[in-house]
């Protein structure tokens, strides 16, 4: 069996009174892009940290790469490549430099660090102002010059604290692709903290919600949608409020409302629209179209870190129409 | 271990050059004083500069107060400009990372120091043109060397010590000016509070002494204070309590 890349059982960290790291247990497979989501202050980056060493855990057990970070983290540093909250490059030196810099962190021969740096600057387009100082750049040039850093030495462990921050749009799809090529072509493992939910789930094998520090859901992107509530819409004739507020006495209905002529119903995990159907059939409605809508993983996040507050949010996730929340 | 450790020194003293050559800051300073300290002093103290004993005391506190503007940026300077972190995060090993900061300090000093000697030896041979050649003797070099990196090394014990734990380098300069204070004018507050014949006493068994065997003992002196901070400085460096936030 494959020795997993990371794996905590009930990790603590406290700072003063506050736990920003609250029994984690969490098993990251190698080989795969990990997204690990969360809101501000959930304990992303404080994982981050635990897992290079740079802070002690207050308690529990943590191994990456098969190694014990409270005696073995010089091990994990030696084979891991970061990418932290901020992108720590040094400002006075040059793009080159900088990544010289990393080779030799790293004792790679001279020339071979030319040929990486090279082809690093190159692969993120930044080779014509290799001779700037980083200070210089623009904060997304800078954020590919730190990602670049980070897996300078090829690694089989990366950690990335939302790596895309300040990349526009263009330079976060490519960034996504070499995320991607190094994991599938290079089974290196990439552990990434994000907030942008759609990178998430276009790019991680597995994601992982933290909130409070604590685990509160992981497995791949589409069982975590499964596992959520469902949205149904429904158009036809005959559709009123009586109808609604029918429609919320079933078992498996969460939240029903009327919008622009349609019925949104909100089904429960696991919940399916037949009996609904057959409800609405009775009661004479015409239907004509049951479209169940596929929820996004921000939805699903939302969710899942409770800022999908009742009363507050219709069932498709904007606000109820009429003001009137039915459940 | 020592390769790791002149890869750190590169790594500081490349950030140091740059500024140095652009003139900014620190290297700005540096150079005035190299060029104030480098003409004007040797000047009026005419071969004495060169000769004296007494300089023996001048270049080690001179040099140390240069290395002082260094070395409290070392890891407080890290911290505010977000650096740290990411060092902390490579494969380096604690002891490479301490030891590769405190070499590039005292580079820094040493070549402060003899670019000042170099530029006043040229400053005097120029103004005494014709007259008999005036040098430093070799044993008056030697401890010139000697002093000058046992001070630098003190001095960035010190200096490496506080920065570990302090938030900003403005914080750390401050600590540090305070210690530099109480380091080079509480000698002499000491022999204030000396009896008369005690002073006297004291500056009859320097006078007697010899040069060899004074700086013998403030060799002795200094490599003790800076094996004892060394120390205490790397048993301050621990990763899990530096990133502080």
Redesign the interface.
């Known amino acids: 069996m494959t020795t997993p890349a990371i794996q905590t059982e009930d990790l603590v960290r406290d700072?003063g009174p506050v736990r920003a790291l609250d029994h984690l247990t969490l098993v990251v497979p190698a080989g795969i892009v990990f997204g690990f989501l969360g809101p501000n202050g959930a304990g992303k980056t404080t994982a981050i940290?635990a897992f290079?060493?740079?802070?002690?855990p207050t308690g529990g057990l943590v191994r990456v790469l098969g190694f014990d970070i409270r005696r073995e983290?010089?091990r994990i540093?030696?084979r891991?490549g970061?990418l932290?909250?901020?992108?720590?490059?040094?400002?006075?030196?040059t793009a080159e430099?900088n990544l010289d810099?990393?080779g030799?962190?790293?004792?790679m021969p001279r020339p071979q660090r030319r040929a990486r740096t090279r082809e690093l600057l190159e692969q993120f387009g930044l080779w014509d102002r290799r001779a700037e100082?980083a200070g210089h750049w623009s904060r997304g040039m800078k954020q590919k010059l730190a990602v670049a850093r980070a897996v300078y030495h090829r690694p089989p462990l990366v950690?990335l604290d939302e790596p895309t921050a300040g990349l526009d749009p263009v330079a976060s799809a490519a960034l996504r692709d070499d995320l991607a090529s190094l994991a599938v072509g290079q089974g290196v493992t990439v552990f990434l903290t994000t907030h942008n939910l759609v990178e998430a789930e276009r790019l991680c094998a597995l994601v992982g919600v933290i909130r409070r520090g604590r685990l509160v859901a992981m497995g791949p992107p589409g069982s975590l949608l499964q596992e959520n509530s469902a949205i149904v819409r429904i158009s036809g004739s005959g559709l009123d409020e009586p109808t609604a507020q029918g429609a919320l006495s079933l078992p498996g209905v969460i939240a029903a409302a009327l919008d622009r002529g349609e019925l949104v119903v909100r089904l429960a995990p696991g919940a399916t629209s037949a009996a609904l159907v057959a409800m609405l059939v009775q009661r004479g409605v015409g239907v004509e179209e049951v479209r169940r809508e596929r929820r996004t993983l921000e939805e699903a996040f939302l969710e899942l870190v409770g800022e999908d507050s009742a009363g507050a949010r219709s069932p498709s996730g904007g606000a109820m129409p009429g003001d009137g929340r039915a459940g | 271990m020592l390769a790791d450790t002149l890869t750190v020194a590169w790594k500081e003293w490349r950030e140091f050059r740059d500024q140095l050559f652009r003139m900014k800051r620190g290297g700005l300073s540096a150079l005035i004083v190299v060029l104030m300290l480098g003409i004007f002093t040797p000047l009026q103290m005419g071969t004495t500069w060169l000769t004296s004993p007494l300089m023996l005391a001048y270049w080690p506190l001179l040099s140390s107060g240069m290395v002082s503007t260094l070395i409290a940026d070392a890891f407080a300077g890290e911290r505010e400009r977000h650096t740290l972190e990411t060092l902390l995060s490579t494969r380096l090993p604690d002891s490479a990372i301490l030891a590769g900061k405190i070499l590039a300090a005292v580079l820094y000093g040493v070549l402060f120091t003899f670019a000042n000697i170099v530029v006043g030896f040229l400053t005097l041979t120029l103004s005494r043109l014709g007259e008999p050649f005036v040098g430093p003797s070799p044993s008056h070099l030697m401890y010139v060397v000697v002093l000058v990196v046992l001070a630098c090394t003190t001095l960035s014990g010190v200096g490496i010590f506080i920065s570990l734990r302090a938030a900003t380098v403005r914080q750390a300069q401050q600590t540090l000016g305070i210690i530099m204070m109480v380091l080079f004018i509480g000698p002499f507050l000491f022999i204030q509070f000396l009896a008369p014949d005690d002073r006297v006493s004291l500056a009859t068994r320097f006078a007697t002494m010899g040069t060899a065997r004074l700086v013998g003992w403030a060799s002795a002196i200094l490599l003790l204070a800076s094996a004892v901070l060394v120390s205490l400085a790397r048993a301050r460096f621990r990763r899990g309590k530096l990133t502080l936030d």
Do not use: C, K, N
């Open positions: 700072f940290r290079l060493g740079l802070v002690e983290s010089d540093r030696e891991s970061a932290l909250e901020h992108h720590g490059l040094y400002e006075r030196l430099q810099l990393a030799r962190i790293w004792r100082p950690f």
